[in-house]
Structures are given as C-alpha cells and as structure tokens.
C-alpha cells in the first residue's frame, strides 16, 4: 500500500473522530497546536533557512522566495489565526433551514464536514498551518501535499502541529503532510473514495493540473488577475490611495492588484499623478500608448501578455478606456473572477459595475486587499475559490462543511 493511501485511511479514521468531537474539544487542540508552533519556532525557521537558500541558489523569483519566507512574526501570526479560530463559532451541526410539513415529519438541513479534505499548494508554509487549523475547526482531517521548496519548513510546521494535536484527545493523524516524489501528487488526486476533496493553492499550472487531472472532486482556488477602474467621476487621491495600496502593500498575494484602467476623461490629470506614485514605489508599468504618452522613457509597452499574466510582482500593467463600457469589455476579456475594483462617486456608475462584473468580489471605493477571509471576519482562510459550485470567494469554516438532511417523524408513512 503506498504512502499516500495508508496516510489517507488514517485520514479517514481521524475525520471519524473529528465528525464527533465537541467545539471544546476542536478548540483545545487549536490552541495546543497553536503554543507547538511558537515552541518550535527557532526549529522551524532553521529549516525555512534551508528552503530559502535553496530557492535563492535555484534563481526562484523574488516573489515566490517572499511567499516562501518565514520570520518569527510570521510564525506568531500562524499561530495567532489558530488562535483566532477558537473564537469563531463552530459550523458543524449549525441548521441551515428547518421546517415541519403538514403532516408533522420535521426536515432539518444541518452543516456536517466534508471528512478528509486534500489541499496541493506551492511555496507559503504557513497554508500548512492555516489549512490544517480550518480543517479541524470544520471537523475535517487534513492531506497536506506542500510543493518541494518549502518541504524542509513543511515538515518541521507538521511536526509542531501534531505534537500538540498528541497532548489532546484528538487523533494527530487529523493533520498529515504528504511528502515524496512528484508522482505522490498524482496518487493524491486519483485517491477517489478516500479523500473527498482537493483544494489547489498557487499558481496558474498547479490549479489547471489539478482541475484537469483529478478523479476527486476539486474547490479551485483561482489567480488574481486583479483590475482596479478609476471612473471618471472618481476621487483621484481615494484612487491613489487605493492603487498604492492594492499594488504595493503585498505584491505577491493573489489579491493584489495587476491591472490599472483609467478613463479617458481624466487620464491627463490621472495618469501623470498615478504614474509618479507607482515610481516611487519602485514599481514598473506597462502601459499601452496613452499611458505610454504621459511618460514615455518611464512606461514599458504592454504586451498581450502583460494584461493577461498575473504579475505578483511590482509590475502593473495600465490601459485608458473610452468610457465604462470599455473598462467592463476589458475585464470580462482578462479578469480571473478573483476580485475588481471601481472607484468612482457616481452611484450609478458603482451599481453597473457591481452588477456586471463576473467575480468572486466586487470592491467599490476599496483596495482588493481586503479581498481575504481574515479581513472578512472569518479567520485564517482556506483559499479564495473562484468557481461558481458550492464555494465563491474567501473560504472560510463554513465553507469547508457540506449539509446532510435529518428527518424526523414519529411513525409517518408515506401515502
């Protein structure tokens, strides 16, 4: 039996534990898990040093190594959303509708977990530990299968999470990282009946290969191609507040911002003044010709693949539309249906560009950014799904729960 089926029956003898443990028992292993990563933290960024060395001599790009860092505030800051989850309330058992028929069977439909949820990421160790402490809090046994680079941090991560999952009366086989060859990925997915759901985090051609390549149901977590439209009716220093922000506060995450649209009809007071922000802060723009205009020796051409890629880099790509109608054709061309943006003071420009934008979110007057299950309320997230079935946008605990019916008579028969 090879190592990816043995460790997912064992999943599957934790998930039945997990399906029946209290919100006490869930929330003391959260907060056990939690105290292990802070006392293995000089540990666990030894062998993050490993990684990011590794991936320094290797050439990796800049923004991959800054994802694949930790420090010590970012060991604290995993264990805090751990934390942060025992305050959350409990999905499991919560009744989402509930009625009684005429003649008196009552029908309740109540969240349960899915069981054993698979998660594929690249590079960010601290999703070992996100993915993990959600998928408890849901009633979920974790198959954590981390990409090669982050392996070394992975493995020390998943070691401090099961010693404290042991100090409790959970089954530390409720948290497993997957590690071995690249074929342990494709076992993983053809793993059919024993896991129940996979989750891709990362970038472009992991989540095609799994959505393409998987015989387990898959929760696609999206790109961020993200656009960010300044309306004519915009307040320009709102809108260079925003754009700073979205661009700069954390270019390699998948709600930063990528695209920059502008109106014609402010594009001559705009652009320049859009242009000297985002030099100064170090970031490069590709623009087409009107935004070329404003400063040609300081704007790359933009190519077809620059409106296309996302970036996670301090690269923006730039474009001036005609009008609204522009700036919707050029998102539904390009848009990954992660999240975009419109500043604008118009109302009615707002309400058409909330409703006919395609996406998981729809941001007015506000930096993607907050495109993010901590900054919704929700605690540490899972992913951001871009698909249309069961989950859509930042998925949070409920979102890792599936519902069953419990019906209840007392005797009823069927006529």
Request: aromatic residues 4%; charged residues 20%; negative net charge.
């Amino acid at each position: 039996m090879s190592e990816v089926i043995e460790a997912a029956n064992r999943a599957r003898e934790a998930a039945r534990a997990l399906a029946v443990a209290s919100s006490s028992e869930k929330d003391v292993a959260l907060a056990a898990m939690a105290a292990a990563l802070e006392s293995e933290c000089e540990p666990i960024l030894r062998a993050n040093e490993r990684d990011v060395d590794a991936a320094r001599e290797a050439g990796v790009d800049a923004a991959i190594v800054d994802r694949l860092r930790l420090n010590a505030e970012r060991i604290a800051a995993m264990a805090t959303g751990l934390r942060d989850l025992v305050a959350l309330p409990d999905p499991v058992g919560e009744v989402v509708r509930g009625w009684t028929a005429p003649n008196r069977v009552a029908y309740r439909q109540v969240r349960v977990p899915f069981g054993v949820v698979g998660m594929i990421y690249e590079a960010r160790p601290n999703v070992t530990a996100d993915a993990a402490g959600i998928c408890l809090k849901s009633g979920n046994a974790a198959l954590l299968r981390g990409s090669s680079s982050a392996q070394a941090s992975n493995v020390a991560v998943a070691a401090a999470l099961r010693t404290g999952l042991a100090s409790t009366p959970l089954p530390a086989d409720a948290v497993q990282l997957i590690t071995g060859p690249r074929e342990v990925t494709g076992e993983l997915m053809r793993a059919r009946g024993l896991v129940d759901v996979l989750i891709p985090r990362g970038g472009a051609g992991l989540i095609e290969a799994v959505v393409t390549g998987s015989q387990v149901p898959v929760i696609e977590t999206g790109t961020g191609n993200t656009h960010l439209y300044v309306d004519e009716h915009a307040d320009q220093q709102m809108a260079l507040d925003i754009m700073i922000n979205a661009k700069t506060q954390r270019p390699s995450v998948c709600n930063s911002l990528e695209t920059l649209l502008v109106h014609a009809a402010i594009a001559d007071s705009f652009v320049p003044k859009a242009l000297a922000a985002l030099a100064e802060h170090g970031v490069t723009v590709h623009g087409d010709a009107r935004i070329a205009g404003h400063d040609p020796d300081g704007v790359r051409p933009a190519t077809e693949d620059d409106f296309t890629a996302e970036a996670l880099s301090l690269d923006l790509s730039a474009a001036v539309v005609d009008d609204l109608d522009a700036a919707l054709a050029h998102i539904r061309r390009y848009s990954t249906g992660h999240s975009e943006t419109v500043v604008t003071e118009s109302l009615g420009v707002a309400e058409r560009f909330s409703a006919e934008v395609d996406a998981a979110a729809v941001l007015v007057n506000a930096s993607s950014r907050f495109v993010d299950g901590g900054e919704f309320g929700f605690g540490a997230e899972i992913g951001i799904s871009t698909q249309k079935l069961h989950a859509r946008g930042p998925m949070g605990l409920p979102e890792m729960t599936t519902t069953k019916y419990l019906v209840t008579g007392r005797g009823q028969v069927r006529p």
